[in-house]
């Protein structure tokens, strides 16, 4: 197992690693819209802190040695089911290429009031 970390994307807020490789796969943890330079959440509408997450796991990616195109799975959480069609938009720009599988569900809260939220699973 090798932990993943990196400066470039927000620090763990808890007892978990920004990622994990094992067995040939990436497990990433959630990621909801921090800024990592200053571990602030992102705020503004649901567009800009989608961005934010994505940008966020690219990062948790690159620290990997892997991108978009290796995710095989994700899973988005939302506070507010309303904003899926949003969501969705900002996050199809990411997987223009491939695909992944996808869970999406809604929760009653996130993380320090964030209101999305995405994990993936890659191949490394």
Known sequence: MNVIATDQAPAAIGPYSQAVQAAGFLFCSGQIPLDPATGELVRGDI??????VMENLRAVLAAAGCGFAQVLRTTIYLVDMA???AVNEVYGRYFAD???ARASVAVAALPKGARVEIDAVAAV
Request: hydrophobic fraction near 10%; glycine fraction near 0%; avoid cysteine.
């Open 47 to 52: 567009q800009r802190e989608t961005e934010q």
């Open 98 to 100: 491939t695909k992944p």
């Open 83 to 85: 904003d899926f069609p």
